[in-house]
Each structure stands twice: as C-alpha cells, then as structure tokens.
C-alpha cells in the first residue's frame, strides 16, 4: 500500500513511473464521484443493524432477478474498468515498459486478493474452513485480467472478448451438462458453476451456501467481462472529442445495453449470484447511465458544491470498504457486561441506543446510516489533509 499525503517525503521516482506519469490524462473529477457513490451503498447494504430486518430495496434479489443492491458490486467493477483505461494509458503506448506494468498490475491485484483473504480470516484465522472467494478476492483477479488484456489489445478485440465470454457463459450454463447431477440447470446448488465451486474449493465457500459462492470460480470470467465494458467506456471518455458528443453516445449505449440484459433475461435469466451474461449487459448500462451522468454535471457542466460527501469515498474506495469490514470483527471481540448478561459492544450499542427507540427495520436502517456518516467524517478528514491510501 502507498499512503499518499500533501506533504511527502523526497521519494525519486524510476524512470518508468516517470514516463507514465507524464502521460496520464487529468483525473475524471466524476469518475471518483461515481465510485464514491457506489462504496457508500456498499457500506449501506453490508452494515444494518440486523440481518433479518432490513428494507426490500437493500436486500439481494432471492434468486433470479435485480434489486438496487443488486447494482452495487458490478458498477464497482465497471468503474474498475474505466479506471484502468485511464491509468494505464502512458504505459499502454510504450510497449517496451509492458512487462514491467503487468507486474505492477499483477501485484495490486493480488494486494486486493490477499486483503480479502485477510477479512475472512479475521479474527479466528481458521484456514481449513477460510473462505477464499470474495468480493476483494473478484476486485483483485478481475483487475489483473482486465488490465493485462488493456495493455495487449485494441477496442476491436476487447469488444470480441467481452462477446466471447458472454456468449461462451451463457453456453456452458444453459447447455453444458452438470457431472454427477445432469442436465444444465440454474437452480442454486446444482447449476455448472456450483459444481465447479464444490469440486475445486469444498469447505472453503460462503458460509451461508456452503455448496456454491456468489464470486465463485466460473462466474468470474463474465465479472471481467463487466470491467472490460468499463475499459471501453473509458477509451471512449478520453477521446479528443466535444463532451456533448461523448456524453451522447455513452448515453445511446447504456440504453442499448439495458435492453439487450432485459431482452436476454427472457431465455437467461438476470442473477448476480451466477453474474449472467444479461445481468453484465443490463447493469452495465446502467453504469453508463449514471457515469454519463456524473459526467455531465460535474466534469462538463461544472456543478460540483454537492460533490464532496462522495468523492471523500471515491478518493479511498478500497480503504473504506476494508476498514468498514474489519471493525465490526473487531467489536464483536469486545465483551460488555450487561444485566442480562455479557453481549459483544456492537450488540451492546444496537440495542441500547437503536431498538430501545426505533422499529426494528428503522433501527437496522438506522445503524447503517451511523456507519455511513460515520465513516463520511473519517473520510473527510483524510480527503482535508490529501492523505489517499492506493494499494
């Protein structure tokens, strides 16, 4: 991890970084908007109160199906998509620093991966049941292939690669036989993703499951098919071109992209759990939609007074998001003594400055919201003193 602060010490930086650096186009102010937007629902949906009692939109569809929840993971790798466009761009053009880019590439991708792995290890450290899918774990991986495939290819072939691995999904789900169970199937515990999981990770799965993980194996490869949409879009943004243009297309293309997900959940149904092919074309154009969007008010219209409650979360996305899950571990070690026994400090808190005054769904609720601003002032301070945290 790299902390980055308003006043850093002398640090000579290699010829290479040098070289990207000068070629990296301005920060997209928007583009930092968009994902602060999307880690702050992160923080909302993973943070209630109780589990049982949360409202319908911030719940997971049961199956098959999109909640706004649903929309939070892939507009994060979407965004991921497009960050790699613009970061990547100067070593893009000098071929002979490639390998050296893929390293870095390969070696924050298995950051992401290994901070994942630390969350679900924490606090008990239990390897032989650890799960090892996840949500850092996705983030990490799919960067790493997103990015490499950047570096080595044009638009043309990263348009016939994101076709391939939505189509070629879509096969082995809806046609390739299941060993040992059958017929192609999408029922949660005995579709071809499943199975995969089971054969190759059992016992080291979502908890919940135990037989199959929402960011399981075989679902990944249509997960970086989200990022590379988000590569496209943003080669797209950086074009010398007149932003009404920009924003016009990208708008014409979230709208098709929308309606080929809806058309193609009548035969392949939209599940986040199993990222199908229509659930990467449906809410990736909705990621374009709101990109182009944010784009805009912010970058093109200049309206940026109501900006800074989300850029403060899009400026140290991965930091929050892992922070917002190591504390709750963190205070469930902390035992309270109470009248009615000893309960851990986050139960402790809940029930006595949440429950006690509110129904139970707006006490959940509640609680996430505390987090959300909670967070939003540790954030603020950090973005007041420059200090970002870049893995």
Same mark, same amino acid.
């Given at each position: 991890m790299n902390i980055v602060s308003s006043s850093p010490a002398p640090n000579p930086e290699a010829n290479l970084k040098d070289t990207e650096?000068?070629?990296?186009?301005?920060?997209?102010?928007? /583009?930092?908007? &968009?994902?602060?937007?999307?880690?702050?629902?992160?923080i909302l949906v993973n943070n209630p109160g109780n589990w049982g009692k949360i409202y319908a939109p911030l719940r997971h569809a049961a199956w098959h199906g999109c909640t706004p929840t649903d929309l939070v993971f892939p507009f994060f790798l979407f965004i991921v998509g497009v960050s790699i466009a613009y970061a990547l761009s100067g070593a893009r053009q000098l071929p002979e620093t490639h390998s050296a880019t893929i390293l870095r590439v390969v070696r924050r991708g298995l950051t992401l991966f290994? /901070?994942?792995? &630390?969350?679900a290890l924490f606090p008990k450290f239990d390897f032989e049941t650890v799960r090892i899918p996840g949500v850092l774990q996705r983030i990490g991986v799919v960067?790493?292939?997103a990015g490499i495939i950047f570096l080595k290819t044009e638009r043309r072939t990263q348009l016939a690669i994101i076709a391939t691995l939505l189509i070629g999904y879509w096969a082995l789900m809806m046609f390739a036989p299941v060993p040992g169970i059958g017929g192609a199937n999408l029922q949660p515990t005995t579709n071809l993703a499943a199975w995969l999981d089971n054969t190759l990770l059992p016992g080291h799965l979502w908890k919940s499951t135990k037989v199959?993980?929402?960011?399981g194996i075989l679902s990944t490869l249509p997960a970086v098919a989200t990022a590379l949409l988000g590569v496209l879009v943003g080669q797209w943004l950086k074009k010398k071109d007149e932003p009404g243009n920009k924003i016009a297309w990208l708008m014409v293309w979230g709208v098709i992209c929308t309606c080929l997900g809806?058309?193609?959940d009548l035969h392949f149904p939209i599940n986040k759990s199993l990222?199908?092919?229509?659930?990467?074309?449906?809410?990736g154009g909705l990621a374009m939609l709101g990109l182009g969007l944010c784009y805009w008010l912010i970058d093109v219209k200049g309206y940026q007074r109501f900006t800074t409650p989300f850029l403060v979360y899009g400026v140290n996305a991965i930091t929050v998001f892992f922070l917002s899950g190591i504390i709750p571990r963190i205070m469930a070690l902390?035992?309270?003594?109470t009248s009615a026994g000893e309960v851990d400090s986050k139960t402790f808190l809940y029930e006595t400055f949440y429950t006690a005054h509110l129904s139970p769904y707006n006490a959940s609720?509640?609680?996430?919201?505390?987090?959300?601003?909670?967070?939003m002032a540790v954030l603020y301070m950090m973005y007041r003193k420059n200090i970002i945290i870049k893995v």
């Open positions: 650096a000068k070629r990296i186009l301005p920060r997209l102010k928007s /583009l930092d908007v &968009f994902r602060g937007i999307t880690v702050l629902a992160m290994a /901070l994942g792995l &630390f969350l960067f790493i292939i199959w993980d929402p960011e809806m058309v193609w990222w199908t092919s229509s659930y990467v074309l449906y809410t902390i035992r309270v003594n609720l509640a609680w996430a919201l505390t987090w959300i601003f909670f967070w």
